[in-house]
T-cell receptor, first 114, second 112 residues
């Protein structure tokens, strides 16, 4: 299984600012995903991070709000832009080798927006 | 759109009792199903992966069954321990895309 790290593990931010979350994997993976888990809720897929091209966003999520980069097969970033208290959530990076294989999750980034 | 339901939402049992967690999904065209464990404020730990062609998977005290035609999976945890206290999430991957659809989870408390 892949070992996934995320930075920061948690942060408290002011409304209107932006935060970039990093995801690092210890081996090359084909698929990387970003999820959001709002308080008391289950996970919602934000986007699939594609290496060398624009991310594929799910309905309700847009690039201007959640820009994503994936410069190589082991690293991705998610930026939460122009934050509001509604963005307070746990953001999780997930990876798999091959779209239909087992998926693994990082430890998450707990974001609180004041 | 795939809908995943987990029942019960919460469960409290005394130590040593067996746990039965249920998951149902509306679209039987799945590629695989994963069970995850999540501790409060933490990420997800993959427990078991069942491919659509399989009926069950076992790992230690954990056993998961899959009935694709009826859209159901059950996670059994034998001889529960306080360390099993966590939220258990069921997720299915569709056969037409790479996306995992999650249930809302079952929060388990094992009392010592």
């Amino acid at each position: 299984s892949a070992v996934i790290s995320q930075k920061p593990s948690r942060d408290i931010c002011q409304r209107g600012t932006s935060l970039t979350i990093q995801c690092q994997v210890d081996s090359q993976v084909t698929m990387m995903f970003w999820y959001r888990q709002q308080p008391g809720q289950s996970l919602t897929l934000i986007a699939t991070a594609n290496q060398g091209s624009e991310a594929t966003y799910e309905s309700g999520f847009v690039i201007d709000k959640f820009p994503i980069s994936r410069p190589n097969l082991t690293f991705s970033t998610l930026t939460v832009s122009n934050m509001s208290p509604e963005d307070s959530s746990i953001y999780l990076c997930s990876v798999s080798n091959g779209g239909y294989n087992e998926q693994f999750f990082g430890p998450g980034t707990r974001l609180t927006v004041l | 759109k795939q809908e995943v339901t987990q029942i019960p939402a919460a469960l409290s049992v005394p130590e040593g009792e067996n746990l039965v967690l249920n998951c149902s999904f509306t679209d039987s065209a799945i590629y695989n199903l994963q069970w995850f464990r999540q501790d409060p404020g933490k990420g997800l730990t993959s427990l078991l992966l069942i491919q659509s062609s399989q009926r069950e998977q076992t790992s230690g005290r954990l056993n998961a069954s899959l009935d694709k035609s009826s859209g159901r999976s059950t996670l059994y945890i034998a001889a529960s321990q306080p360390g099993d206290s966590a939220t258990y999430l069921c997720a299915v991957k569709g056969s037409n895309d790479y996306k995992l659809s999650f249930g809302a989870g079952t929060t388990v408390t094992v009392r010592a």
